[in-house]
């Protein structure tokens, strides 16, 4: 297991990493951005990633995951020409 802390209201664990990013869309509605994380995993994490605007028809989806980070997709986004603001949720739960 990794590392966790609390300081100031927030949590700070190895496994567990979360953030913000913008990912700009064509008029189609796709597009994609890189994401790294602050700290390196242990091993591949899991990855949720939503939404944090109305979008009606996108599909978010994460590609290459590593253990330092992801790429953020999304196609067919209701929001084109535009950047779409996505959250993501990292987890490792490697008990090595």
């Not at 949590?11 to 890189?34: E, F, P």
């Not at 209701?78 to 996505?86: A, R």
């Amino acid at each position: 297991m990794g590392k966790v802390g609390f300081r100031s209201g927030g949590i700070h664990a190895q496994n567990l990493q979360g953030g913000i990013v913008d990912v700009t869309v064509d008029s189609s509605g796709d597009g994609t951005a890189s994401v790294t994380f602050d700290h390196p995993m242990k091993a591949k994490p899991g990855i949720v990633l939503i939404a944090q605007e109305t979008d009606t028809t996108g599909t978010p989806c994460v590609s290459s995951p590593t253990m330092t980070g992801f790429t953020a997709r999304v196609d067919g986004s209701s929001v084109t020409g535009d950047t779409l603001t996505m959250g993501w949720m990292a987890f490792n739960d490697d008990r090595r």
